[in-house]
């Protein structure tokens, strides 16, 4: 019982608050230019479904090519600094520095690099997504016991055996962690680099939506970008699970 309540808890939930919002817009007849109704909103999806599609697939691989970009960068960057204390000590206060950067501000000078299209909004998504997944890789790795490591050394394995056998598996719960949360990044950093640098996406759709105070169809579109990162997210997790069962308690 309690297994089956946990597994369908989040829909429950985001029912409830679809079920209030349709009862507040109604009882209090909010005006669909300010704030549209649940059912408005399906509406909108349903009558620019072929529009909102194009949007949503351009939005989609964009990135996940930003993504695929962050994840390699952030595992390369993370086995470095979880591996070796004077890169740790060098390159994570830089890092963590540029992370303090917002990433929208670098829109207008990817526009200026690389023009208007997919170039910007991949490098946004990039930007956005690869710190976690670094930082995660390398916490992974430095949870790694000294006096293990010793005992392994001990007994005739290299620093590349502790790292491939050791290290690495041990890494991979962290790694999932990331990935949930650097994909939801990515959706952001897409986003946001469409709504000031692109001719398409649901960035741009959200605002040209805003400026025609369409806000159904701006609603739409945020639903839309909403469930993409939630079905990645559920992705990552299933595969966290069927990989790293092992790092999980039992119910």
Known sequence: MNSRLERWSPWLLVLAIVLLWQLACSALSVSEFIFPSPWRIAEQLWEFKGPIAMHAWRTFWVTMAGFALAIVVGVLLGLVVGSSRLAYAAIYPAMTAFNALPKAAFVPLLVVW?????????LTAFLISFFPIMVNMATGLATLEPE?????????????????????????????????????????????????????????????????????LAF????????????????????????????????
């Open 114 to 122: 690389f023009g208007i299209g997919a170039g910007p909004a991949i």
């Open 148 to 216: 293990l490591e010793d005992v392994l050394r001990v007994l005739g394995a290299t620093r590349t055996d502790v790292l491939r056998k050791i290290g690495l598996p041990r890494s991979l719960p962290y790694f999932y962690a990331s990935l949930k949360v650097a994909i939801t990044l990515a959706f952001v950093g897409t986003t946001v680099s469409e709504m000031t640098a692109a001719n398409e996406g649901i960035g741009y759709l959200l605002v040209s939506a805003g400026s025609a105070m369409q806000m159904g």
């Open 220 to 251: 739409a579109g945020l639903v839309v970008i909403g469930a993409m990162a939630m079905i990645m997210y559920a992705l990552f997790d299933q595969l966290e699970r069927r990989t790293t069962s092992w790092a999980h308690r039992a119910s």
